[in-house]
């Protein structure tokens, strides 16, 4: 939400593309945190001092917007998220990001694997674990501000977080996990743009509704 208010600012007083700026931006803001655990500062202590700081600049960044650009932008569109108000060109720039992020996710997703299970043992093995950190941290920041307008801010924690933890109450191996994951997000995703002008809701709230309810039956299961 940071890169979004930020990238919005930058994009008005130098006339460039804001998804573009807000790409920009999200990615030194991200690095930082991994600049900590690469640093030894424990993980929750992190994760709360990143927190802080991007909750707090988030808030003044948005008042920036909300002052000085009031009838030019809507942040409640990132903080909800509308797929059905994303333009055809904006649809295909997030469709080609993506692909570039699934098939990178492919290319990494066993040796992440390993480095999650073992960093120490993936370091013997060659793998630069601290390269591969800035990495995924390069991939999770695209994904989230990337589909920051489609998801929303709320319920892009459903989207990265839900899906994972449905895959792991019923996969049997890492394979196994990811494809679980991506099948349940892909078509809990469909649906809930299906169902959404039924029930009268956003799609982004029908999306996590649905998983919800999946991640239930898993647990009855």
């Given at each position: 939400l940071l890169a979004v208010s930020l990238g919005y600012v930058l994009s008005r007083v130098l006339g460039l593309d804001p998804f573009a700026c807000s790409l920009l931006l999200s990615l030194p803001i991200s690095y930082t945190f991994t600049f900590l655990l690469h640093r030894g500062v424990d993980t929750e202590i992190a994760t709360s001092v990143f927190v802080a700081f991007t909750s707090s600049s988030s808030v003044a960044a948005m008042y920036l917007v909300l002052t000085r650009f009031p009838a030019?932008?809507?942040l409640w569109s990132y903080i909800l998220g509308d797929p059905l108000l994303v333009s055809w060109s904006e649809a295909l720039t997030l469709l080609l990001l993506a692909a570039l992020l699934t098939a990178a996710a492919v290319l990494v997703y066993e040796v992440e694997v390993m480095i999650g299970l073992?960093?120490?043992?993936?370091?013997?093995?060659?793998?630069?674990?601290?390269l591969r950190d800035y990495l995924l941290t390069t991939m999770l920041t695209l994904a989230s501000v990337g589909m920051l307008?489609?998801?929303g801010f709320v319920v892009q924690h459903v989207a990265i977080l839900l899906p994972a933890a449905i895959g792991?109450?019923?996969?049997?191996?890492?394979?196994?996990l990811m494809l679980v994951s991506v099948?349940?997000?892909s078509l809990a995703g469909i649906l809930s743009v299906a169902l959404a002008s039924v029930v009268d809701m956003p799609p982004s709230a029908v999306y996590g509704l649905l998983l919800m309810a999946v991640y239930v039956l898993s647990l009855l299961r």
């Open positions: 030019e932008a809507s073992d960093a120490d043992f993936a370091r013997v093995s060659g793998v630069r674990v601290e307008r489609v998801v792991t109450r019923v996969a049997r191996n890492a394979r196994q099948t349940l997000s």
